[in-house]
Nanobody, 117 residues
Framework: QVQLVESGGGLVQPGGSLRLSCTTS????????MGWYRQAPGKQRELVAT????????NYADSVKGRFTISRAISKNTIYLQMNSLKPEDTAVYYC??????????WGQGTQVTVSS
């Protein structure tokens, strides 16, 4: 298992930006891929973006393409989610996840993002 610690959530006005961070408790090289998911009240958790650690291949939900960017900093054992042009519908708890290979995965505790004027 690996512990994931998220940070960077908060309240922002529509059109604003936030950057989420997720730091792992061990070398990020031991992880196959990482990603961000979100869950709004009354809705199912949905994928936002993923990134493979070695090749840095990325994948995005259609709803965030062109606005959000996922990246990794190997030396810091950290991934980021840069969120621009935020909309009220982006309001959710954002969770970091790690694919450890096989059927093993880990999740962070979540960080609240609220987009409101």
């Amino acid at each position: 298992q690996v512990q994931l610690v998220e940070s960077g959530g908060g309240l922002v006005q529509p059109g604003g930006s936030l950057r989420l961070s997720c730091t792992t408790s061990r070398s990020i090289f031991s992880i196959v891929a990482m990603g961000w998911y979100r869950q709004a009240p009354g809705k199912q958790r949905e994928l936002v973006a993923t990134i493979t650690i070695i090749t840095s291949n990325t994948n995005y939900a259609d709803s965030v393409k062109g606005r959000f960017t996922i990246s990794r900093a190997i030396s810091k054992n950290t991934i980021y989610l840069q969120m621009n042009s935020l909309k009220p519908e982006d309001t959710a708890v954002y969770y970091c996840s790690a694919d450890l290979g096989g059927s093993s995965s880990s999740w962070g505790q979540g960080t609240q993002v609220t987009v409101s004027s």
